[in-house]
């Protein structure tokens, strides 16, 4: 039996805390996913323009399998520095890869695009790189750290953008969703989406992401039975930037993963994207999904490996629907999904 | 507009064609497919336990860009062997990477497990290896290459078995489906499903690929609004074989690709096989998607590479569901998808 958990969040895994602080003027913020102690991480990427932060660290033939945290951060480039905020408090907190009596911070992290959002950017053109809000919000992120993350205008979701089924300009946002099976093993999923494609499949509103949904967890519009529009314009700046659209992604469970398999789970998880965005993986997104395990439940053999996987997978699935259907406008021009796809009578 | 290709196949694509054959005892085929000339590739893995030849020759570090045939086999291992036989043919015809005045046939190659499908697989625990018959498959395959290919129990996908949304054992198959764009650049994809994952949704036997399809081209039951088994039991042989499942696929298009952007294609094509099984990139399957561009119409940019990849994933999504529904059952083990969804009256 599986069954979704009982905050429906990421933070259903048992053995980590979920933080989210955004800057409301600048329009961007920052989500850290912090486990209690070092926990196994894995990655892969599937976009073509990814910003990133310590990726290398955990390539199959890298050295460590655990991290200390995860940061999602808006920002592009610039987010990157998110990174140093937890470092800090890690530090601070004697938390760390242990090297001597030094402890070193390990801090994976990935950003998305959102400085054409129609916030105040005056601060990412200046000299002083105090004037970006990254490392602050990152630090209040990990101190406002807890058993609950919310759905919409969240984190490194808050200034998050996207495109309607024909590519109508839509509010992005960050979701999150669990599966528990058995009561026993949980498996949970974050995204902050700021994709290029669509989560919507046509113009009744249905979401990809309609067929895998729970108790009407974002609309229970259903799956859709048949798309009308084939062709989508991949432009959703106009032709201002090309390469600025990522859907960020970390899947969590308390199985008690090694890394190549939750490298494996990760792998398995980007078929959540898939299910909920079209296109996904383009050259002009930066698709990245993280793994964590907080090794709690033993897992069995590559069978329950695979379960877990699908799981994950739709998990993800759920998360970007429930992200976007809980985003709300921040000015006109980047409508909500309820604005861009009301219910008509009749319907 | 984007619109299906005349045959509705891989074939539509100019300056390739694609042969297959089988063998009816043994149960097992072999496809390949053959360009006029040296063609860029790429691949792009996503399975976990995949077999191959020559796919290191195309990682993104590799010298060569280039092909002058694709194979895909049954046979799991052994069925690499099917290479031998179509480049016996290539240099036979003076065709390979020129070196002094040698040819040296590339032929990229990736197989399915096809050994538990309940055919006469005694060649293959006898010492004479000429008793297998994937060489010979192979040529025959490349003399009888044309320009259409059907879908069902063709090629590499004859022998193929897979699951239903429960777990029930399915006929696999080899489908194939194609997209033009405004009279312009041709997509198309080949694609060969032996997954443990399910094509199928729910207990209606609408297809996951349901909202994709086009014209009732596996059967107009529309896509699947909600499902209704979360859980897979992910055992296709029983407990007898976990590692045996795989989905091989080749994207073509008549778009002048280079490496990269045909490498980014492949990947953008994965998501067609997370949109057409659940679950799907398993530590249990070997998903492997090639890349071929003939090279005809020349792309503009990034976005217009987007699109071919969006499209490439339509049709891997659609040739998925196309070589199911046309499978034909070779025994009553594995029941065709007609048997095992048939339509009932008043649904």
Request: hydrophobic share 45%; with cysteine; aromatic share 6%.
């Amino acid at each position: 039996m599986i069954k979704t958990g009982v905050t429906n969040g990421i933070t259903d895994v048992s053995g980590l805390r979920v933080g989210a602080a955004h800057d409301a003027d600048v329009r961007t913020g920052v989500t850290v996913v912090l486990p209690d102690t070092r926990a196994i991480a894995a990655v892969d990427v599937r976009g073509g323009g990814t910003g990133s932060r310590e990726l290398e660290l955990l390539s199959a033939d890298g050295t460590v399998d655990a991290v200390d945290a995860l940061v999602l951060s808006g920002g592009s480039a610039f987010g990157l520095a998110a990174a140093d905020g937890v470092a800090g408090w890690l530090a601070e907190n004697g938390r760390g890869f242990p090297v001597g009596d030094m402890r070193v911070p390990l801090v994976p992290t990935a950003i998305l695009f959102d400085l054409l959002n129609g916030g105040d950017k005056a601060g990412f053109s200046g000299s002083a790189d105090d004037a970006l809000p990254y490392r602050a919000l990152a630090r209040q992120a990990v101190l406002e750290a807890g058993d609950t993350i919310g759905n919409g205008n969240v984190g490194a979701g808050y200034g998050a953008v996207t495109t309607g089924h024909d590519g109508r300009k839509l509010k992005g946002g960050q979701g999150t969703a669990s599966f528990v099976i058995d009561g026993g093993i949980t498996i949970g999923a974050l995204a902050a989406v700021n994709a290029v494609g669509s989560v919507v499949a046509n113009e009744a509103g249905q979401f990809w992401a309609g067929p895998i949904e729970q108790a009407d967890e974002f609309g229970g519009r259903g799956g859709p039975a048949q798309i009308e529009v084939l062709d989508h314009p991949l432009n959703k700046y106009g032709d201002l930037a090309e390469s600025a659209n990522t859907t960020l992604v970390v899947v969590a469970t308390d199985a008690a993963l090694d890394q190549r398999q939750a490298r494996r789970v990760a792998m398995m998880a980007q078929a959540g994207l898939a299910r909920s965005i079209r296109p996904v993986f383009s050259p002009m997104d930066g698709d990245v999904v993280f793994a964590l395990s907080t090794g709690i439940h033993a897992v069995d053999d590559v069978r329950h490996v695979a379960q877990i996987g699908m799981l994950a997978a739709d998990c993800v699935t759920r998360a970007v629907a429930r992200g976007i259907y809980h985003a709300q406008a921040l000015d006109d021009v980047w409508e909500s999904y309820g604005q861009a796809y009301p219910i008509h009578d009749g319907r």
